[in-house]
């Protein structure tokens, strides 16, 4: 499997805070709570993920577990304290932030439009958004699919990832905060592209983040109304909803973040200094590109849209998602298809995704055996931290451990 590490580079924005105690939920961390139904057939996942936690002081957690249409476990780990109320419980209903989980979601809804008639995947994005291509004409061959593929000609590691510069672009157009979508669109449009579109893949957030606006403007209804409505709710899938920044705008049913960094905050003018996954990023901003909050059996109940035709996406828009991209295959075998990584694994294929944010790291996988698996978390690898991209590795031994499935399917308690 391919291991693609997402830690920010936050550089000299970020600091080690003082106190890590401050934050309520780190009291409970000795004591691992569990809720939810973990079947004793799937006890290699429920160890697994207990132990990573353990080994990692993460102390809040969530697995579900899905096979062949039946979700056959939904966990919950740990206590957190909902906007400083008394301690609860993480049920396997709780809200985390996903992160970049969120781009199979964006993907599909670009890929409902088209299948709706209502654009083309070929169509430049100039000619969507009315963006202008004066600071690069180059611009005018990014396309829908190209957003989607991680091929539109923008590379972070060269001009940085311009979701993550809030306090770059809010000088450089001599405003205050919060910066917008307009705001950041302004900035990166007026500067030229790092790559040929079509000519390699280099991930990035802010082609998500336009394909957030596609949405918007071909739909006519906000990028979460269209989501929920057109790809959510045929699921029966009503908890999941964009994510706020502060912890006083946050509902008791979301979990609390843990982070050692903090940092100036991005979502006001007032200056102070705030623990990095409150305040210290713009979430509204990401919602295309990494704005949910899901439960883990929220995921395997929406990763099941990509397992056959159904009432959200047609086999075309199945096979739209999982498309070898025009660069081709990479040389471990693998590809970006469209909001998803995927390897031909037998006659079928493997497709997985991570997300990852100050405060969070999640992992998703859909196997070519029909077992689907997501684990989340409430913080992320951080310097001096064990590596967190080892959960993948280490939930396929899990998977590979299992001698028999569970037969009942816990789907109707949760949807």
């Known amino acids: 499997?391919?291991?693609?590490?997402?830690?920010?580079?936050?550089?000299?924005?970020?600091?080690p805070a003082i106190a890590l105690g401050a934050l309520p939920e780190q009291?409970?961390?000795?004591?691992?709570?569990?809720?939810?139904?973990?079947?004793?057939?799937?006890?290699?996942?429920?160890?697994?993920?207990?132990?990573?936690m353990t080994d990692r002081s993460i102390t809040n957690g969530q697995l579900a577990i899905a096979r062949k249409g039946k979700i056959l476990a939904a966990r919950g780990y740990g206590v957190y304290s909902p906007n400083g109320a008394s301690m609860a419980t993480v049920q396997p209903t709780s809200l985390f932030r996903i992160a970049s989980l969120s781009k199979n979601i964006t993907s599909a809804a670009i890929l409902?439009?088209?299948?709706?008639?209502?654009?083309?995947?070929?169509?430049?994005?100039?000619?969507?958004?009315?963006?202008?291509?004066?600071?690069?004409?180059?611009?005018?061959?990014v396309t829908l699919w190209r957003l989607m593929q991680h091929t539109g000609g923008w590379d972070r590691d060269v001009s940085k990832d311009p979701l993550w510069l809030d306090q770059t672009i809010a000088a450089s157009l001599d405003q205050g905060f919060p910066i917008s979508h307009a705001d950041i669109i302004k900035y990166v449009t007026g500067k030229p592209l790092d790559f040929a579109p079509g000519s390699?893949?280099?991930?990035?957030?802010?082609?998500?983040?336009?394909?957030?606006?596609v949405i918007e403007k071909v739909s006519g209804m906000s990028y979460e109304a269209y989501v929920r409505s057109k790809l959510l709710a045929?699921?029966?899938?009503?908890?999941?909803?964009?994510?706020k920044s502060l912890r006083s705008e946050m509902s008791t049913a979301e979990v609390g973040y843990q982070s050692k960094y903090t940092t100036k905050i991005v979502v006001n003018d007032s200056g102070t200094t705030v623990p990095y996954p409150y305040g210290g990023f713009n979430m509204p901003?990401?919602?295309?590109?990494?704005?949910?909050?899901?439960?883990?059996?929220d995921m395997v109940r929406w990763a099941g849209v990509f397992d056959a035709p159904n009432s959200v996406l047609n086999a075309?828009?199945?096979?739209?998602?999982?498309?070898?991209?025009e660069i081709g295959v990479s040389s471990d075998g693998s590809w970006y298809g469209a909001g998803w990584y995927v390897r031909t694994w037998g006659s079928g294929r493997n497709t997985w995704h991570s997300g990852s944010m100050p405060g969070t790291f999640t992992f998703l996988v859909r196997n070519a055996l029909g077992v689907t698996w997501c684990v989340q978390f409430n913080r992320r690898e951080e310097e001096g931290s064990l590596d967190f991209d080892a959960i993948d590795q280490l939930l396929w031994q899990a998977h590979d451990a299992v001698t028999s499935w569970p037969t009942t399917d816990l789907t109707p308690r949760y949807f």
């Open 1 to 15: 499997m391919l291991s693609r590490r997402t830690l920010l580079k936050a550089g000299a924005a970020a600091v």
């Open 27 to 52: 009291a409970e961390a000795a004591t691992l709570v569990t809720s939810g139904v973990m079947p004793s057939q799937l006890a290699s996942f429920d160890k697994t993920v207990q132990k990573f």
């Open 112 to 141: 409902r439009l088209a299948q709706d008639g209502k654009l083309t995947l070929t169509t430049p994005i100039t000619k969507l958004l009315g963006l202008s291509s004066a600071a690069d004409q180059r611009l005018e061959q």
């Open 200 to 213: 390699k893949m280099s991930y990035s957030n802010y082609g998500y983040m336009l394909l957030g606006r």
């Open 234 to 243: 045929p699921r029966g899938i009503t908890r999941m909803r964009l994510g």
């Open 285 to 297: 901003n990401q919602d295309a590109n990494g704005g949910w909050l899901a439960s883990a059996v």
């Open 316 to 325: 075309t828009s199945i096979s739209r998602a999982f498309a070898k991209p």
